[in-house]
């Protein structure tokens, strides 16, 4: 596994010897704190309260998180429900929030490591997009009230500079993850990171393991309509706070790779959204994904088994794009609200791949996107935080195996070989 720098492994090593006494993760308590904190009570119904506390408990006891992990752990799900109460607040005070139109979103959706990142922060250079910036995911709503403009930019100025600490503290616990995924709070930002404010949604059970909590959750299915829900409050609310400030949001731009396995439910709150459906030769990004994960529960806990990350990216994302292929040929999506894009064509000809995807969203070249995409590419050249090095073995997986698996993925969307893997 990854080596940890020195301090992560100290602290680790003193939680162990306190048993882990000084980092509780009760729900009640983890409640109570942002309840006192914003002098707020309202965090969501009793489902969603519900919902938290079976995840926290689920965490607390399956995760085998390391002392950082729980750390993590307990001031992430605090600052989620003190943004929920934030939330809750403002939609109480000002309703009208959800009369924001969100008009024809796009939505680049993909496997990991198939382009994805570099598609939507490319896309992101042309002002008439607004995507979410990392640091907004984490601190939307303002955290006081605003007696001017100066005051104002001082307290957004305050919530970037927590966004900065939160986002990147990851690579300085694994320093290891830059490699693999460049962490800035003032980046185009997932939207796995706004979701998490719903105790539901992947972005927990990507960074933990929590396995009774998905049991429970079986028996409420209503709760991923309400993540999508969500997502498109949360939307509106970021919308109108550009209104009150004088900005005009034309279209918004939106990533994860999760959204793969929920598109009938994307489409149900965003009926005009527009899909930029990423592909890439399996064989480069199936083992890498599976890096990608076990980076990611290494940073907050020690039992992780790279095997079981490689088999479950192998047959869960074969899965996803399989089905997401018969939902298009069966209607079950709308296909014409679909761009395929291909990441040796993007890799090939960055500009002349990103100007295809304008083309068929009968998009209007904006002036001087060409130089901007190049300038761009010019300060973020490949392998900038060095090489992502992984092997198929170490995450028991099979060249062989996996391209006869992946073989109708590839044939229907002609997707080119690329060579073999990073070993």
């Not at 943004?83 to 139109?101: K, M, S």
């Not at 489409?267 to 899909?275: G, L, R, T």
């Not at 199936?286 to 095997?307: F, G, H, K, Q, Y």
Request: aromatic share 8%; charged share 25%.
């Amino acid at each position: 596994m990854y080596e940890r720098p020195d301090w992560v492994r100290r602290l680790n090593a003193l939680g162990r010897a306190t048993g882990e006494s000084t980092v509780s993760l009760d729900p009640d308590e983890l409640l109570a704190i942002a309840r006192e904190t914003t002098g707020l009570h309202d965090v969501g119904d009793e489902l969603d309260i519900e919902s938290m506390r079976q995840r926290m408990r689920s965490i607390d006891a399956e995760s085998n998180a390391t002392h950082v992990g729980r750390i993590l752990a307990r001031d992430e799900a605090v600052r989620v429900l003190q943004t929920r109460l934030r939330l809750r607040d403002l939609w109480a005070r000002h309703p009208e929030i959800f009369d924001e139109e969100i008009t024809a979103p796009i939505f680049v959706v993909g496997p990991p490591r198939t382009g994805t990142t570099i598609t939507l922060e490319l896309l992101a250079l042309d002002p008439s997009l607004r995507a979410p910036l990392s640091w907004e995911a984490s601190h939307p709503v303002p955290l006081r009230a605003t007696t001017d403009e100066a005051d104002r930019l001082a307290e957004q100025a305050e919530r970037m500079a927590l966004g900065e600490a939160e986002h990147e503290l990851w690579a300085d616990i694994q320093p290891e993850l830059m490699t693999v995924h460049e962490l800035r709070h003032d980046l185009p930002c997932e939207c796995v990171h706004f979701m998490a404010l719903n105790f539901s949604a992947g972005y927990w059970g990507m960074q933990y393991n929590s396995p009774l909590y998905g049991l429970w959750a079986q028996d409420h299915p209503e709760l991923l309509g309400r993540e999508y829900a969500d997502h498109k409050k949360f939307l509106q609310t970021l919308q109108w706070q550009d209104r009150q400030s004088g900005r005009t949001t034309t279209n918004w731009l939106l990533k994860t790779p999760g959204h793969l396995m929920y598109i009938p439910q994307l489409f149900e709150q965003y009926p005009d959204a527009v899909i930029v459906s990423t592909h890439r030769d399996p064989l480069k990004w199936v083992a890498s994904a599976a890096s990608t994960t076990t980076v990611l529960r290494w940073i907050r806990s020690d039992d992780v088994d790279p095997v079981v990350q490689g088999q479950t990216m192998s047959i869960g994302f074969r899965f996803m794009v399989e089905q997401l292929m018969g939902w298009r040929t069966d209607g079950t999506v709308p296909n014409e609200r679909f761009v395929d894009s291909h990441f040796d064509h993007l890799m090939a000809d960055p500009t002349a791949a990103i100007r295809q995807v304008y083309e068929r969203l009968k998009r209007a070249w904006p002036d001087g996107h060409d130089a901007a995409i190049e300038d761009y590419l010019a300060h973020k050249p490949k392998g900038k935080f060095g090489k992502h090095q992984y092997t198929f073995e170490q995450y028991g997986l099979d060249a062989q195996q996996l391209r006869a698996e992946y073989a109708t993925y590839v044939d229907h969307y002609s997707i080119t070989p690329e060579g073999p893997a990073n070993v």
